[in-house]
Each structure stands twice: as C-alpha cells, then as structure tokens.
C-alpha cells in the first residue's frame, strides 16, 4: 500500500522556467512533509519541509504548498536551474521528531539549459 | 560538521552469502535510521534506533536481518543468508533528539549486489 504518491516518475523543464513536482498521501495522520534531492551514489539531502498546520512554506527558490483537505502537497522551483537536476523525494511523517519517513518513489527532474 | 559515513560503497555477493554494512552516524546524533532502497522505489525503514535501544524494526525481516546499534553510536546491519532480492541501496540516516521537522541526514548508502 502506497501511502506517498509520486505520479509523474519524470519532469523535464527548461531553464530559468518554473518546475512543480507533486506528491499525493493517503494517511490523514501525516503530519510533517519533507522534501529530499538525490544525485547519483549520493544519499538523500533534505531540501525544504511543512508542517500541517502551515499550507506554505518559502525557501529562497524553493516553495512547498500543503493542501490538507486534498492530501496533496507541491514543490516549486523558480527559476529552474540546470544544478535541479536530480530525483527528488516526497516524504512524511506521522508526528514530530525523530519518527520514521514513508517516501514516495521519487521524481526524476530534468533542466535543460 | 562530519555527515553521515557509511561503508563499503559497493559490495557484491552471491546469493546465500552473508553481508554486513557500517554506519558511523553524526556526532551526538541519538537516533539512527536503516531504509532500504530498491531500485526506482523510494526508501523503505528497516529499523530504527534510539541511543542503543530498538524503537522500530516491525519492517525489519528478521529471519535474515540483524543490526545493532552497541554504545549508542554506530550501528552494523547484517545480511544472512542474502537472497537476489535482497540488492537494493543500504541508506543509513540519523537525526537529532529535538527535531521538529524530523530532518533526517543520509549517509551516501551501500550498494548490493546479489548475483
């Protein structure tokens, strides 16, 4: 059972342009979300969270948006660069702290310049 | 400030033979993570550790998977025998008590290989 969705396995998206990767959950009992960046035969690197009790969250070029009622949530990235390039994972967690991450089976963003 | 280390970066065994990964997590960190991650999947928890203690190994199969986590600090996960599906990326992951948005750092992984 798929609890974090990632639909699209790829995006390809043009410099300088806007790249929206989406992520679909169906526990209500998700509480925090969690964006990572994987380069090859590199480990995950956390990019940028939410909390459920926020619906965005901004961190320089990255913005999460967290819908509740739709159990969706989005990353966007403006403007795009060619250094996006990387699988990008949708993770969540049931309560706050030092809980395990259920991951999605991640989105593989392409930026060509 | 040190990440996360983990080896061997690579390992490739044949099927019924045994294999152990290490993780040395970031310093003061008490809780350590394993995940499996098998290809075009994301990570999947096998187990995970506070301080020296187990907090949850329900994914953990346990017939063939061992870890331990001895004096809180690095931790070994141990394969035997593997079986083919078993090859996958040992990702090792830890964090720090206190974490409200529950920021796991990844070591690079171990790569398995069984032929």
């Known amino acids: 059972d798929q609890q974090v969705k990632q639909n699209s396995p790829s995006l390809s998206v043009q410099e300088g342009r806007i790249s929206i990767l989406n992520c679909d959950y169906t526990?209500?009992?998700?509480?925090?979300f969690l964006w990572y960046k994987k380069y090859p035969a590199e480990g995950p690197t956390f990019l940028i969270s939410?909390?459920?009790?926020?619906d965005k969250n901004e961190d320089g070029r990255f913005t999460v948006f967290l819908n509740k009622s739709a159990k969706h949530l989005s990353l966007h990235i403006v403007p795009s660069q060619p250094g996006d390039s990387a699988v990008y994972f949708c993770?969540?967690?049931?309560?706050?702290?030092?809980?395990?991450?259920?991951f999605g089976k991640g989105t593989r963003l392409s930026v060509i310049a | 400030e040190a990440g996360v280390a983990q080896s061997p970066r690579y390992k490739i065994i044949e099927k019924r033979q045994s294999v152990a990964f290490w993780c040395n997590p970031i310093?003061?960190?008490?809780?350590l993570y394993w995940y499996q991650q098998i290809l075009g999947q994301g990570p999947k928890l096998l187990i995970q550790?506070?301080?020296?203690?187990?907090?949850?190994d329900s994914q953990l199969p346990k017939d063939r998977f061992s870890a331990e986590r001895l004096k809180g600090v690095d931790s070994t996960l141990k394969i035997q025998p593997a079986k083919l599906e078993d090859s996958a990326v040992y990702l090792c992951?830890?964090?720090?008590?206190?974490?409200?948005?529950?920021?796991?750092?990844f070591g690079p992984g171990t790569r398995l290989t069984v032929l």
């Open positions: 992951a830890s964090s720090a008590s206190g974490s409200s948005y529950n920021e796991q750092f």
């Open positions: 526990n209500s009992m998700f509480d925090y």
């Open positions: 939410i909390s459920s009790i926020k």
């Open positions: 993770a969540a967690s049931r309560t706050p702290g030092n809980t395990p991450l259920v």
């Open positions: 310093s003061g960190h008490a809780t």
């Open positions: 550790f506070q301080n020296n203690g187990v907090v949850d």
